[in-house]
């Protein structure tokens, strides 16, 4: 299974950005995928999950701002940022857990997309 992660980028406060990932592999099916992110000098923190029936969840700090989505068919999961802030400057990482033709389930994470929230 492959995450492929894209549509960071250099954008000012107040701006917007949508997020994609895409994954691509055998698997029977996906149990929930989710964004994380990484500030320089802070560990990896949850941003929004998403489970196969659309339940959602978010962090605090992005709560009301932004929209985790995904479109099941295609594999691909996005998450829009709106009303952005330099304190949301982070790499950000897609993860998704899924199960096998095995029936065990596995996580995988994307390689990250870098965000830059200029001030």
């Known amino acids: 299974v492959q995450l492929q992660a894209s549509g960071g980028g250099l954008v000012q406060a107040g701006g917007s950005l949508r997020l994609s990932c895409a994954a691509s592999g055998t698997m029977s099916s996906i149990n929930a995928m989710g964004w994380y992110r990484e500030a320089p000098g802070k560990q990896r923190e949850l941003v929004a999950t998403i489970t196969t029936r659309g339940t959602t969840d978010y962090a605090d700090s992005v709560k009301g701002r932004s929209a985790i989505s995904k479109d099941s068919v295609k594999n691909m999961m996005y998450l829009e940022m709106n009303s952005l802030k330099p304190e949301d400057t982070a790499i950000y990482y897609c993860?998704?857990?899924?199960?096998?033709?095995?029936?065990?389930?596995?996580?995988?994470w994307g390689q990250g997309t870098l965000v830059t929230v200029s001030s």
């Open positions: 993860k998704v857990i899924a199960t096998m033709p095995s029936g065990r389930q596995f996580q995988y």
